[in-house]
T-cell receptor
Framework: ETGVTQTPRHLVMGMTNKKSLKCEQHLGHNAMYWYKQSAKKPLELMFVYSLEERVENNSVPSRFSPECPNSSHLFLHLHTLQPEDSALYLC???????????????FGSGTQLSVL | GQSLEQPSEVTAVEGAIVQINCTYQTSGFYGLSWYQQHDGGAPTFLSYNGLDGLEETGRFSSFLSRSDSYGYLLLQELQMKDSASYFCAVRSPQDTGRRALTFGSGTRLQVQP
């Protein structure tokens, strides 16, 4: 157990569906992240929520919409996805300090998403 | 932008020593980290190097040379449970101007009996 819980573990959806991924961290951290992991590719940072501030990767399509209602919960809302969006979506949390040098990420086990 | 290079696969036998290399190109640098991920599991933090030299944690060690933009993860006395993917990651400024982790593509380590 890493202290970061993601649901669901697996999700199959059609291109016209709307679904949401959920992440909850029990570590008291002040930053949460969404990463995309595709086969044989680097983990790709999608969004960061830090100290109530949202930071986006400008290459993420608008069909992905994050929501962070508080420091413990993070959602990723999905709509009109494409088959190439099929991947493992990982949530992570960390404690950001003033210098943030040795910052450790704690990951959830991910949601394996398949878009048909 | 940022880029990291590491071998895609490495195979070794139980009890052996294996070294996984990582070279990086970044516009700024604030440390090199290593993460382990078993199939179907979450990536977990292994080590961090902020300064040049060797950091040792049990059977695992990590090395950094900032002048060479190079680091490695050394695994000793390999065990079957070490079969996993290993990712290097650098903390550097992103396009947003903020620091974040950029990951390599990962090295899949297969430990054989």
């Amino acid at each position: 157990e890493t202290g970061v819980t993601q649901t669901p573990r697996h999700l199959v959806m059609g291109m016209t569906n709307k679904k949401s991924l959920k992440c909850e961290q029990h570590l008291g951290h002040n930053a949460m992240y969404w990463y995309k992991q595709s086969a044989k590719k680097p983990l790709e940072l999608m969004f960061v929520y830090s100290l109530e501030e949202r930071v986006e990767n400008n290459s993420v399509p608008s069909r992905f919409s994050p929501e962070c209602p508080n420091s413990s919960h993070l959602f990723l809302h999905l709509h009109t996805l494409q088959p190439e969006d099929s991947a493992l979506y990982l949530c992570a949390s960390s404690q950001k300090g003033p210098t943030a040098t040795n910052e450790k990420l704690f990951f959830g086990s991910g949601t394996q998403l398949s878009v048909l | 932008g940022q880029s990291l290079e590491q071998p895609s696969e490495v195979t070794a036998v139980e009890g052996a020593i294996v070294q996984i290399n990582c070279t990086y190109q970044t516009s700024g640098f604030y440390g090199l980290s290593w993460y382990q991920q078993h199939d179907g599991g979450a990536p977990t933090f292994l080590s961090y190097n902020g300064l040049d030299g060797l950091e040792e944690t049990g059977r695992f060690s990590s090395f950094l040379s900032r002048s060479d933009s190079y680091g490695y993860l050394l695994l000793q006395e390999l065990q079957m449970k070490d079969s996993a993917s290993y990712f290097c990651a650098v903390r550097s400024p992103q396009d947003t101007g903020r620091r974040a982790l950029t990951f390599g593509s990962g090295t899949r380590l297969q430990v054989q009996p």
